[in-house]
């Protein structure tokens, strides 16, 4: 449904016209639209989605850590700093989307890192990671800003990847997208009894025979190659990677061979709808205030919306992880 939604959603096309496309009908103008512009973008914002919420309910299992996610563990804001510098040194751009991959996934690991030093021997303790994320975002946070002092023709891609789009994209970031999104998620799935090992703590995953330091080594891996992949793709979608896994969990179970799969089926959801929730409410403001050129970003209503879910997660009795 939210799929349907997606496709006729956009502006310039009826609900109707779209359909009749669908269906062999429709000009060339309109066929272009719907098959080169409105479908690769439905399809990348399922990846993305899926991408981001395996990489959350990776990050929270490995670090048991249920405040743990890509935008508060400095993996997202590293890979925005890794696109942003790529492209300010002209290595990657829009138009050279696995560049901007392979930039965003070594700024993630960066910023993942930095995070894991600072953390220290307190990063099992989820209050001082959650803290330690903080800073760590913030200060990527100002290393974009500098980048963007530099560069300010760049102004333009830090917003995008800054707030979050799936504006213009079209069937290459796709075709890029889905392999990587496949492989890295496969890898999560299959190493789904390790971080429920890892759930229960060290001392009971070493028990158990398993090297807790090379199953989160291999865990965080995994989690910073999705939000990398996601990042290249769409730009940072707040609160995608922290809330949804809960929503996963709470709906597929705390089986990790369910609910890794879930959550990549829950964040494809959630993004495709907020995508299609903010193309018709694009639409209703432009008639609005008589603006054809305005456009609100997935991003920005992901971020509203997951800031009020948080807001009210907040005041319900808190559970252990």
């Known amino acids: 449904m939210c799929a349907a939604v997606e496709v006729v959603a956009g502006r310039g096309m009826s609900p109707g016209t779209v359909w009749g496309v669908l269906n062999g009908g429709g000009d060339a103008t309109e066929r272009h639209i719907v098959f080169q512009l409105r479908l690769p973008r439905l399809l990348v914002a399922l990846g993305a989605g899926a991408c981001l919420a395996v990489a ?11 405040l743990a996610g890509p935008e508060v563990t400095g993996v997202t804001p590293g ?6 510098t790529a492209t300010a040194l002209g290595l990657a751009g829009w138009d050279s989307p696995l560049a901007v991959v392979l930039a965003a996934c ?13 953390a220290g021997r307190g990063r099992g303790d989820p209050a001082q990671t959650a803290v330690h994320g ?6 990527l946070g100002g290393l974009t800003a500098m980048v963007l002092l530099v560069e300010p023709g760049e102004l ?14 079209v069937w290459e970031h796709w075709h890029l997208l889905w392999p990587w999104a496949l492989v ?10 390790p971080l429920t090992l890892l759930r229960c703590g060290d001392d009971i995953a070493l028990a158990a025979g398993l090297s807790a330091r090379r199953a989160r080594t291999l865990a965080l891996l995994c989690a910073v190659a999705l939000t990398a992949g996601a990042v ?19 709906v597929f179970g705390a089986d990790l061979r369910r609910s890794l799969p879930g959550a990549a089926l829950t964040g494809a959801v959630v993004v495709c709808g907020a995508d299609a929730a903010a193309q018709l409410s694009s639409r209703l403001l432009a008639t609005a205030l008589d603006s054809g050129r305005l456009t609100l970003p997935v991003g920005a209503l992901t ?19």
């Open 56 to 66: 959350g309910l990776v990050l929270q299992s490995a670090l048991r850590n249920p």
């Open 134 to 139: 903080v800073l760590v975002s913030a200060v």
């Open 79 to 84: 890979a925005v700093l890794g696109a942003v």
């Open 106 to 118: 070594a700024g993630g690991c960066a910023g993942a890192a930095l995070l894991w030093l600072l």
């Open 303 to 321: 971020a509203c919306l997951g800031a009020a879910l948080l807001l009210v997660v907040r005041r319900t009795p808190s559970r252990t992880f």
């Open 156 to 169: 333009g891609s830090v917003v995008q990847w800054l707030v979050g789009t799936t504006e213009g994209r």
């Open 184 to 193: 890295w998620g496969v890898a999560a799935w299959l190493l789904a009894g």
């Open 232 to 250: 290249a793709a769409v730009g940072a979608l707040g609160f995608i990677g922290l809330l949804v896994p809960h929503l996963a969990v709470a």
